[in-house]
């Protein structure tokens, strides 16, 4: 069992930047790879971006490709997302999750566990 916890959402101006942070509880976090997806109040649950277990490749949606970076520390057991260059069509609920296997997926049905989530909100 993976308990996973973000933080670091709030309220930004578009064009700010904010980053997001996961925090895992299980030891052996390195065993997971990592997903960030979003959701807005009236939408389906959105890949953002992926990192395998060891942090050597990544995958991103196309609508954050080159405004958000992915990565992780797994001596701190931690997965972050910085957000630069953030547009009002990003506010969202962000999610953490944990995938057992070595993928960089963008399907969410592949992940095993979720955190509770956090909110970003990007004014105009």
């Known amino acids: 069992q993976v308990q996973l916890v973000e933080s670091g959402g709030g309220l930004v101006q578009a064009g700010g930047s904010l980053r997001l942070s996961c925090a895992a509880s299980?030891?052996?976090?390195?065993?997971?790879?990592m997903g960030w997806f979003r959701q807005a109040s009236v939408k389906e649950r959105e890949f953002v971006a992926a990192i395998s277990r060891g942090g050597g490749s990544t995958n991103y949606a196309d609508s954050v490709k080159g405004r958000f970076t992915i990565s992780r520390d797994n001596a701190r057991n931690t997965v972050y997302l910085q957000m630069n260059s953030l547009k009002p069509e990003d506010t969202a609920v962000y999610y953490c999750?944990?995938?057992?296997?070595?993928?960089?997926?963008?399907?969410?049905?592949?992940?095993?566990?979720w955190g509770q989530g956090t909110q970003v909100t990007v004014s105009s």
């Open positions: 299980a030891r052996t976090f390195s065993s997971y790879s």
């Open positions: 999750a944990a995938d057992l296997s070595n993928r960089v997926s963008s399907w969410h049905t592949l992940y095993n566990y």
